[in-house]
């Protein structure tokens, strides 16, 4: 597949997931009338849902990694390389941000509207840590057990992660950049995205060191 393929098929499947991630997350709390967990419901369901229709579609092309921490724990185990794998951030990025436009414009939301949540401290921090390395640790596990059910088991562990994290699982950098240029139900403040990928980025380096020792076949298996 061509690398300008490969590239557009990163690009639309991170703006798919992001306008998924925002226009559910403007729906829900329309909805939900003041009530934040079916609001939160109503954002995790079609999250975890499209993860699995893009990763399916595109992974054939791309591999859909739609997230710089996948690209990352790829680069890092050689199965991607240097050139491609910053090419593939930019384009999840620029994905990202106009997925988020896309989203805003289907709910005649403001363009240009930076996020006023805010989302920090320990307990955000950690919840992101967890998030991102179960996520890359169920990729990598799950690609040398069953390859064929990843788009299954990543939409299904995004879904549980949304609730069983303090961060309701970003697990995803451009994801989080995005999030950040949205005053919705989903927004993160600009000033907390640069923590919240740091943490992400250092779970995938930490998770792809210790799942390829774990998965690492021997002569004594």
Same mark, same amino acid.
């Given at each position: ?8 098929? *990163? ?9 998924? #991630? ?5 729906? $829900? *709390? &329309?909805? +939900?009338?003041?009530?934040? !967990?079916? $609001? ?8 975890? !849902?499209?993860?699995? #229709? ?10 859909? =990694? ?5 690209? /990352?724990? %790829? +680069? ?8 491609? +794998?910053? /090419? ?15 989203? =805003?414009?289907?709910?005649? =939301?403001?363009? /240009? ?5 805010? &989302? ?20 990598? $596990? ?6 064929? @059910? #990843? ?5 299904? %562990?995004?879904?549980?992660? %949304? ?31 640069? @923590? ?10 930490? !998770? ?7 998965? &690492? ?5």
């Amino acid at each position: 597949m061509t690398l300008e393929r490969r590239l557009m098929a *990163e690009w639309l499947g991170t703006f798919s997931l992001l306008a998924t #991630v925002i226009g559910s997350g403007i729906m $829900a *709390e &329309r909805l +939900a009338d003041g009530n934040v !967990a079916i $609001a939160l419901l109503g954002n995790t369901i079609p999250t975890g !849902a499209i993860l699995v #229709v893009l990763i399916t579609v595109f992974g054939p092309i791309s591999g859909a =990694h739609f997230n710089p921490a996948v690209t /990352l724990s %790829y +680069a890092l185990r050689r199965e991607i390389g240097k050139r491609d +794998a910053v /090419l593939y951030v930019v384009a999840q990025i620029l994905g990202g941000i106009v997925g988020v436009l896309a989203a =805003h414009v289907m709910f005649e =939301h403001p363009l /240009l509207d930076p996020s006023t949540t805010s &989302r920090s401290g320990i307990g955000q921090w950690a919840g992101e840590f967890v998030a991102t390395f179960g996520l890359v640790g169920t990729i990598l $596990a799950c690609i040398k057990a069953r390859p064929s @059910a #990843v788009p299954m088991v990543v939409g299904l %562990y995004i879904t549980a992660a %949304y609730w069983f994290t303090s961060s309701t699982s970003f697990a995803n950098p451009a994801v989080t950049i995005a999030r950040g240029l949205s005053d919705t139900f989903a927004g993160i403040a600009p000033v907390d995205v640069a @923590a919240f990928v740091g943490v992400q980025m250092i779970a995938a380096i930490l !998770a792809t060191w210790f799942f390829g020792w774990l998965l &690492r076949e021997t002569p004594n298996d």
